[in-house]
């Protein structure tokens, strides 16, 4: 496996464990991000799916043509970050919505036919991942004369998520 596959593989992992998302627009706001639930399906890239209202300023600044969107996320161990570029648009897809629905989403609607409900698309395009190195790992290596350095070039790329 190529390292761009590995750490796409690992991203892919880390998102679908942890959800947590930073999504915003590059030129709404300031380009300042607001955290979300992401939601993917399997353990492949695709479109990563967020719920939310369509009385937030992201649903008030897309049209039906979608936009450029970024992506920031951080596995809540620290060891995995990234800054994913994408396009983003509302999908009106009852199937998808029913597919996804689960009692966290539950929560916040009145049902999955709430007319504030709405659900987002993010499609993944490049993405810049890096691993982190655990500290007190790299300060032992540091100690025995190794260079932490030379290790971590292979744990940050450039990555195509679709």
């Known amino acids: 496996m190529s390292k761009e596959a590995d750490l796409a593989a690992k991203f892919w992992k880390a998102l679908k464990?942890?959800?947590?998302?930073?999504?915003?627009?590059?030129?709404?706001?300031?380009?300042?991000?607001?955290?979300?639930?992401?939601?993917i399906e399997g353990d492949h890239s695709g479109p990563i799916w967020i719920f939310t209202s369509s009385e937030t300023d992201?649903?008030?600044?897309l049209d039906s043509q979608g936009r450029?969107?970024?992506?920031?996320?951080?596995?809540k161990g620290h060891h995995l970050f990234a800054a994913v570029d994408g396009r983003l648009r509302i999908d009106t897809d009852y199937e998808t919505i029913d597919r996804l629905w689960n009692p966290f989403i539950a929560a916040w609607f009145e049902g999955k036919d709430d007319p504030k409900l709405r659900l987002?698309?993010?499609?993944?395009?490049d993405a810049q991942i890096w691993l982190n190195e655990n500290s007190?790992?790299?300060?032992?290596?540091?100690?025995?004369?190794a260079d932490p350095k030379k290790e971590y070039k292979d744990k940050v790329g450039e990555v195509r998520l679709n």
């Open 17 to 39: 464990s942890d959800r947590t998302v930073m999504l915003g627009l590059p030129d709404v706001d300031g380009g300042r991000a607001q955290p979300m639930t992401a939601l």
């Open 58 to 61: 992201l649903v008030h600044s």
């Open 68 to 75: 450029d969107a970024f992506i920031h996320f951080q596995d």
């Open 120 to 125: 987002l698309r993010f499609e993944p395009a």
């Open 136 to 145: 007190l790992f790299a300060g032992v290596k540091m100690m025995l004369g």
